[in-house]
């Protein structure tokens, strides 16, 4: 998933479009630059979990963004885990692509999977997901621990990106 190889055709309104131009992303309303970037291709198989897991938290203690680490392996490992079964419900056998772009306050995550449908968060009762529950929690918790989140549509290759972002101070925008 460099940004040679996924070319975005739609962004949300909300969130950014992959970067093709050296590192910014752009969002609704604003460029920002991430000059630190990193990017793992994984088979679509559940060890893909925490091997990007293991990735994140690895880079982001490289980085010296360690104190964002274990939210952000958290939410790879929920994104990830969407993708892999995204993935496996496709005749493709196209991998699963995790992308981490980062300045000194920002953090992105972003997940590429060969499926074109969209992702459909649960619908909740009372706001939360049910305690027995065995799925369904991913984009729950994507939504509840990052600022953002979004997705959109790829062309080249066909599929999509599921992003996050979130921020040095763990602040909710």
């Known amino acids: 998933m460099d940004s040679q190889s996924i070319e975005a055709t739609e962004a949300s309104t909300t969130g950014p479009r992959s970067a093709a131009n050296g590192g910014a992303v752009r969002t609704a309303h604003r460029v920002v630059r991430f000059p ?3 990017s793992l291709g994984l088979g679509a198989l559940p060890s893909a979990v925490p091997c990007a897991r293991l990735h994140a938290r690895q880079v982001l203690w490289e980085w010296g963004l360690s104190e964002v680490a274990e939210i952000a392996e958290l939410l790879v490992s929920e994104l990830v885990t969407n993708a892999v079964q995204a993935a496996q419900a496709t005749v493709s056998d196209m991998p699963v692509n995790v992308r981490l772009s980062a ?3 920002r953090l992105l995550v972003e997940v590429w999977d060969s499926n074109v449908q969209p992702p459909v968060p649960r619908v909740l009762e009372n706001g939360l997901p049910e305690i027995d529950a065995e799925s369904g929690r991913g984009l729950f918790l994507v939504e509840t621990l990052s600022e953002r989140w979004g997705w959109y549509p790829t062309r080249n ?3 999509k990106v599921i992003w996050c972002e979130l921020g ?3 602040e909710r925008n």
Do not use: M
Request: proline share 8%; no cysteine.
């Open 36 to 38: 630190r970037r990193s």
């Open 168 to 170: 040095r101070d763990g």
């Open 157 to 159: 290759p066909v599929g």
């Open 103 to 105: 300045n000194r306050d």
